[in-house]
């Protein structure tokens, strides 16, 4: 219920406020007088008896107004920020359980180790997350599908809790990158547009996809302004994405055609290649210093209690009517000395 401007938790009590009336219907106290010279006119004490009832009611009013729980309701507000809304595309297939930035096929055996690809994600990931106060953050999980298991948000303990989640477990042996990438995009349908855009992928590999499937991100990513980031978790083998020997083979595997595709997709496009822990934390680094800029930001004010200003007015009505009483007791002791 509305009144006021204000929401009431227990409108119930507007019905006792008529006892405010209470004050207005006392005894009568007219007295028969012989002589009507005896009781002059006395406007100033008609005015003070007025004011003592009016005071009484505001009492009684104010303490039930009080105890109706008055109060602001939740709301959402935008200010001015700068920053970026971020979705969080982390590669859960099995080849992110192998050790990462190691040099030897033999140390890649190391499934659910402290140093596999999906443990060091994680890592930097939530420092990269602790490190932006003014992002709004989304995260989807894919191998053979993909999960969004966040959708965009302001809280960062519910983004931070999702990225320690994601480190647990073992990852599975196929990868749907399309679908992933999809997903990814689709996060923003229906969302209003506030700033900067931008799709994380964290992934090992790549993925050879269909003309169809090329279509569709491309259309998805143009639509929706969304930029694109790949930290390449680069393998033991040393390949760059870039790389241009003149190997066909090395031309042909599904990292290098990913790479090839997402920049001719037409919308803003940088890949990072971490070798080493070094690298990966310089290309979060450098995304963080690339990607501040003003950034509508909806902030939840949360329920607000209004009781306080009507216990405030029902204690000073109540002083006031203290006093009076005080000083009308002083008063017959004076007349009676």
Do not use: C
């Not at 519910?158 to 990814?184: D, R």
């Amino acid at each position: 219920m509305s009144l006021l401007g204000l929401h009431w938790s227990i409108p119930m009590l507007f019905l006792l406020l008529p006892l405010a009336l209470l004050p207005w219907f006392n005894h009568n106290q007219e007295k028969i007088v012989a002589w009507i010279d005896f009781v002059p006119v006395d406007p100033l004490s008609r005015v003070i008896g007025t004011t003592l009832k009016l005071l009484a009611s505001i009492a009684i009013a104010s303490l039930i107004l009080a105890l109706a729980e008055p109060y602001l309701p939740e709301k959402k507000v935008d200010r001015v920020a700068e920053g970026a809304e971020i979705i969080l595309l982390l590669d859960r297939s099995r080849s992110m359980d192998d050790a990462f930035a190691v040099k030897h096929q033999a140390a890649m055996v190391t499934v659910g180790k402290k140093n596999s690809k999906r443990r060091m994600a994680k890592k930097y990931l939530v420092e990269f997350v602790k490190k932006r106060p003014d992002d709004r953050f989304g995260f989807v999980l894919f191998s053979a599908k993909s999960i969004d298991l966040l959708p965009l948000t302001y809280s960062k303990e519910t983004i931070l809790a999702t990225v320690e989640a994601s480190a647990l477990g073992k990852g599975l042996s196929e990868t749907n990158m399309p679908e992933a990438l999809i997903q990814g995009a689709k996060m923003f349908e229906g969302e209003k547009y506030r700033g900067s855009r931008i799709v994380l992928l964290v992934s090992d590999g790549g993925q050879l996809m269909s003309d169809e499937e090329k279509e569709q991100i491309k259309s998805l990513y143009k639509q929706k302004n969304v930029s694109i980031y790949w930290i390449y978790l680069r393998d033991h083998k040393g390949k760059t994405l870039e790389e241009d020997s003149g190997n066909l083979l090395w031309a042909d595997i599904p990292e290098k055609k990913l790479h090839s595709f997402f920049k001719t997709m037409d919308v803003p496009y940088k890949a990072f290649e971490a070798g080493s822990l070094k690298d990966f934390a310089k290309a979060l680094d450098e995304i963080d210093k690339q990607q501040y800029q003003t950034l509508v930001v909806q902030e939840t004010v949360p329920k607000e209690i209004k009781s306080t200003p009507f216990y405030a007015v029902a204690m000073l009505a109540i002083l006031l009517l203290a006093i009076a009483q005080i000083y009308t007791a002083w008063g017959v002791k004076k007349a009676y000395e």
